[in-house]
């Protein structure tokens, strides 16, 4: 109790660290549940791949065009996040163009993305000198850095982001459940995927550089495919998955700060315990109301 009531001061010297992460784990199912919606979840560890990848080759553009930056430099987080969107949104608009007109399957060529994403953000961490641990932190997502300013612009673009998300859901909930309907009532579903991609975008960027790609992966996927057993409605989808990321998140910080646990793997953890105690009583439920169990 006593380290719950230190946490919940407005003194506490890691109090943005903990808002962050709640921000993060709140959000990031608010754009994981179309994952679900559009059958892509492995789009879901692929994409913040892709972020971290931007990440590295921002740096490495940085230091071949101008020289080497300095670490700790306010322009630093700017340069990441010019690099993790680019690569975020290029890599999901690729996605898209090939999903409409390619052969393969949709899980090739999210795994090939995955892999691909993987090896340019280890050559590119390579190619880059300077490189150190502080530049390790930030690609990986360092939560306990996080700075009253980092907070300030994780606020104002993840609240843009849920804005966005609740304004047009009825549209992104269309889209994404059946286009070919959104057609024949003539919705412009190639301006609303772009939307869509773009808070996709801009979410899974800033919480791979505030929390990582694991924390990041496992908030856009666990969360939603909780909220899918328990909610039959759009809506109630939506807030119970940000609810639950939302409560992982804060419970997980509590939990690695009082028994000195990694942050990210301890949220992660706690969500996927929350899915499997869920599916667990889903799965009683429907055998006890089953037939057999009746007779």
Same mark, same amino acid.
């Given at each position: 109790?006593?380290?719950?009531?230190?946490?919940?001061?407005?003194?506490?010297?890691?109090?943005?660290?903990?808002?962050?992460? /709640?921000? *993060?784990?709140?959000?990031? =199912?608010?754009?994981?549940?179309?994952?679900?919606?559009?059958?892509?979840?492995?789009?879901?560890?692929?994409? =913040?791949?892709?972020?971290?990848?931007?990440?590295?080759?921002?740096?490495?553009?940085?230091?071949?065009?101008?020289?080497?930056?300095?670490?700790?430099?306010?322009?630093?987080?700017?340069?990441?996040?010019?690099?993790?969107?680019?690569?975020?949104?290029?890599?999901?608009?690729?996605?898209?163009?090939?999903?409409?007109?390619?052969?393969?399957? /949709?899980?090739?060529?999210?795994?090939?993305?995955?892999?691909?994403?993987?090896?340019?953000?280890?050559?590119?961490?390579?190619?880059?000198?300077?490189?150190?641990?502080?530049?390790?932190?930030?690609?990986? !997502?360092?939560?306990?850095?996080?700075?009253?300013?980092?907070?300030?612009?994780?606020?104002?673009?993840?609240?843009? /982001?849920?804005? *966005?998300?609740?304004?047009?859901?009825?549209?992104?909930?269309?889209?994404?459940?059946?286009?070919?309907?959104?057609?024949?009532?003539?919705?412009?579903?190639?301006?609303?995927?772009?939307?869509?991609?773009?808070?996709?975008?801009?979410?899974?960027?800033? !919480?791979?550089?505030?929390?990582?790609?694991?924390?990041?992966?496992?908030?856009?996927?666990?969360?939603?495919?909780t909220a899918r057993l328990v909610t039959r409605r759009m809506l109630s989808f939506s807030l119970t998955a940000a609810g639950l990321g939302a409560t992982a998140a804060f419970a997980g910080f509590y939990c690695a700060?009082?028994?000195?646990? =990694?942050?990210?793997?301890?949220?992660?953890?706690?969500?996927?315990?929350?899915?499997?105690?869920?599916?667990?009583?889903?799965?009683?439920?429907?055998?006890?109301?089953? =037939?057999?169990?009746?007779?």
């Amino acid at each position: 109790m006593d380290t719950l009531v230190e946490i919940l001061r407005p003194e506490f010297i890691l109090r943005d660290a903990l808002v962050g992460s /709640v921000l *993060v784990g709140a959000v990031c =199912p608010l754009v994981g549940v179309y994952f679900v919606l559009r059958r892509m979840i492995f789009l879901g560890v692929a994409l =913040p791949q892709l972020s971290a990848a931007g990440i590295a080759f921002a740096f490495v553009a940085y230091r071949l065009v101008v020289g080497p930056h300095e670490h700790g430099n306010v322009n630093e987080r700017s340069l990441a996040m010019a690099g993790a969107v680019a690569f975020t949104l290029g890599g999901i608009l690729v996605l898209a163009a090939l999903e409409r007109g390619g052969r393969e399957t /949709v899980e090739a060529r999210i795994g090939v993305t995955y892999a691909v994403a993987a090896a340019l953000t280890v050559l590119f961490l390579v190619a880059d000198p300077h490189g150190d641990a502080q530049m390790v932190n930030l690609l990986k !997502g360092d939560i306990l850095a996080t700075t009253s300013a980092s907070l300030g612009v994780l606020a104002w673009a993840f609240g843009a /982001v849920v804005v *966005v998300l609740f304004a047009f859901r009825k549209e992104f909930l269309l889209v994404s459940f059946d286009r070919d309907l959104a057609v024949v009532f003539r919705k412009r579903v190639g301006l609303w995927d772009l939307l869509l991609y773009l808070a996709i975008g801009v979410t899974i960027s800033l !919480g791979v550089m505030t929390a990582g790609p694991l924390v990041t992966f496992g908030f856009l996927v666990v969360p939603p495919l909780t909220a899918r057993l328990v909610t039959r409605r759009m809506l109630s989808f939506s807030l119970t998955a940000a609810g639950l990321g939302a409560t992982a998140a804060f419970a997980g910080f509590y939990c690695a700060y009082r028994f000195d646990l =990694p942050l990210g793997p301890t949220e992660v953890a706690l969500a996927s315990l929350a899915l499997g105690a869920v599916t667990s009583a889903t799965m009683i439920g429907q055998w006890m109301a089953s =037939p057999r169990s009746a007779t």
